[in-house]
């Protein structure tokens, strides 16, 4: 069954590449044949699928190969850090100037997209790696890695699809039944025909303000979206349940799959904001660390779930990943509907002028929250690894009498 299982995720990485390099050729050639000159948009999106697809999948595609020869994997043992959060910084620091002296954007910033995306993930994974010490091999890091990036984002972006189709849809039963709901619409209808009205920024900017459409978009985005990708994240860590990991390699596994999770969707979600590139990519570290602590808590999850049978420690800790990505991604939203004025260079009127203190006081508690993070994910990594040797400890002892403990293996058991 485990050989068949490596099988099929080598034939499965396989179809990633092939797939991710056609639709990322495809989408380049199509590039040039763009009139509406988003050329630079096209290209980016292209190179980011086939770094996401053929860089990625490659390697899970090695790995399989590697298992299925009998290969054993060496222990994820990373020695420094400094440097990748350097790295990250010439990347934003070069695409800063590539935008601003127009230096072969087309061939240049694409690149660097994809390497300021993957840098804040790898930097937290050996960041909390160093921490937890040798308690995964390579091998793991890479499937888990891979888990989240492609078979997490997947079950996450379909559910939440359907998810907003069936709110969308209750949303416009409640509507119809409510008096005058059906003129209302007629109305919209009508004015979303006039070309002049869609390209009028203020009407835009009033619809995406109405509070009807705010509550929708807080509870999709703030109850919906976190419910959905924190049970998806690190599924990978419940399908290698099997080779019952100890507690502080779950949590680096969950973490791992958090930062898959976080590459693929900071990749596709900072295209829109190309102009502004350096500032997105910069803010676009905070999301990433916010997916690889509660892709963390969720490992911590599925440990408590699959090894100590406790099922209210694991929903609580699922309670708790899905309060702070809701209480994260209600204030970014928040922020970015309050900010849709500037965004569009209308003035605010008279009674609009809280809205400029209410964006900075959302930006400050967006701050706190990171720092809050950052200091709970130090814990966490702390907590796993005195458990992780406390654990150890008490398993010394069953050892027969008069022997040496046993060694850990330089190459952990293979695994699909």
Known sequence: MLNLARILVLITALCIVAAGLLFGVIGIVGSFFDPTGGQLMMVTVSVSIMALTAGLGSALAWQAWQSIR??????????????????????????????????????????LHVIAILLPALFIIVLVGRGLGAVASRREMVLQFSSGAFLSTILAFTLELVLILVLLLAALVIVLASPGAQEQIQTLLQRMQDPAWLQNPTELISLAQHPAVIVLALLVFAVAVPLIEEAVKAVGVGLMGYRHP????????????????????GLLNSISGLDFWPLSVSVRTGATLLHCFTGALMGLAWYNVLAERRWGRGLALYAASVAAHG???????????????????????????????TINLLIALLLCLAVAVAIALAGLTRYSRNQGQKMAEDEEPQNAEGSEPAMIEDSPPEMP
């Not at 209308?346 to 203190?357: Q, T």
Request: proline share 9%; charged share 10%.
């Open 246 to 265: 100890s507690l502080p390699q779950s949590v680096l596994w969950g973490l791992a799959g958090g930062a898959g999770f976080a590459f693929a969707e």
């Open 70 to 111: 009998g290969q054993p994997s060496r222990l994820f043992r990373p020695r420094t850090v400094w440097p990748l959060g350097l790295l990250f910084l010439l990347a934003v620091l070069l695409g800063y100037l590539v935008l601003l002296e127009d230096l072969l954007p087309l061939l240049t910033l694409p690149l």
């Open 327 to 357: 209480l994260w991604n209600a204030l970014a939203g928040g922020m970015a509907l309050l900010s849709l004025n500037e965004l569009a260079g209308a003035s605010p009127s008279a009674d609009e002028a809280w809205i400029g203190p």
